[in-house]
């Protein structure tokens, strides 16, 4: 059997049980270890399976067919966000302008929402940061662009060097929502 037709073959196989034995591949396709080993290591690095102790495991897709929630675009800024709904399932957003859209239309008090600081890209609680919409271009995401900043102090330099308006969370769902409604997005963004 060709390498290429065992490794299908192996990924078939971790599809359909989530995961299986290396002990189990040997056996059933009469190869060596060495080879099993060769055939995984593919797959691993395609990132279809890793490694799991005696054998490997099935990797689920999920965080590569990502959509936006709110544009369902698939590329992601650097200042992607999530929701985490009450019951534990997630939705995502390209930048924080989506996130914004997504609270002004769908939002609660429940939900947890994950952003990330503009300056340091550590995750954080959104609810608690600081949105800087209108500066001057560097995201290449939605319109109007919203950063998200988690001190202040930073927030406010930034805005001294590069403009915008600064607001919290409540205050920018709003203006967000309202600079959409009275004006058609560029047709031209993605
Ligand atoms: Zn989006
Ligand atoms: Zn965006």
Request: aromatic letters at 8%.
């Amino acid at each position: 059997m060709i390498p290429e037709k065992r490794q299908k073959q192996i990924l078939a196989w971790v599809k359909q049980h989530g995961s299986v034995r290396i002990a189990f591949l040997k056996e059933e396709l009469g190869v060596s270890e060495m080879t099993i080993y060769r055939d995984i290591q593919k797959l691993i690095q395609d990132e279809e399976i890793e490694r799991v102790p005696g054998g490997v495991k099935y990797l689920q897709p999920s965080v590569q067919s990502r959509q936006c929630g709110v544009c369902f675009q698939e590329s992601f800024s650097v200042q992607a966000a999530q929701l985490m709904h009450a019951d534990g399932s997630m939705a995502h957003f390209c930048c924080p302008h989506c996130l914004l859209m997504f609270m002004a239309h769908h939002g609660s008090e429940e939900e947890q929402v994950i952003g990330r600081d503009f300056l340091r890209g550590t995750t954080m609680n959104a609810r608690l940061g600081i949105f800087l919409i209108g500066a001057d271009e560097c995201l290449h995401c939605c319109a109007p662009q919203v950063l998200l900043f988690q001190h202040q102090a930073q927030a406010v330099k930034f805005q001294a060097g590069f403009g915008g308006e600064l607001y919290d969370f409540s205050q920018a769902v709003t203006a967000v929502a309202s600079a959409m409604s009275c004006c058609t997005p560029d047709p031209g963004q993605n």
